[in-house]
């Protein structure tokens, strides 16, 4: 990834590390949400990998465990956008 400081017109690479690579003791399991939540938009979508940095191969055991996880309820498929005005009635 290259970060340009346009104050010092100087260019950064800055290389994104897999989370999953460089802690090994960070696990994919569909039975923990908190870690898998992680890497979910707050709508409830995968976060791709360009943006979460994450290898192919853990991107993938990722998002299979991300839908393990919704498909038994411990993470949600969608959130619902909640309008101010369907609210003002009450
Ligand atoms: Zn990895």
């Given at each position: 990834m290259m970060v340009i400081n346009h104050r010092s017109k100087r260019i950064f690479i800055k290389h994104k590390m897999c989370r999953f690579c460089a802690d090994a003791s960070l696990k994919i399991d569909y039975k923990e949400p908190k870690t898998l939540?992680?890497?979910?938009?707050?709508?409830g979508k995968i976060v791709p990998r360009r943006i979460s940095g994450n290898c192919a191969r853990h991107q993938r055991m990722l998002a299979l465990a991300i839908k393990r996880a919704r498909n038994i309820a411990l993470l949600p498929f969608t959130t619902a956008k909640v309008r101010m005005k369907d609210y003002r009635e009450f």
């Open positions: 939540a992680v890497f979910t938009t707050e709508r």
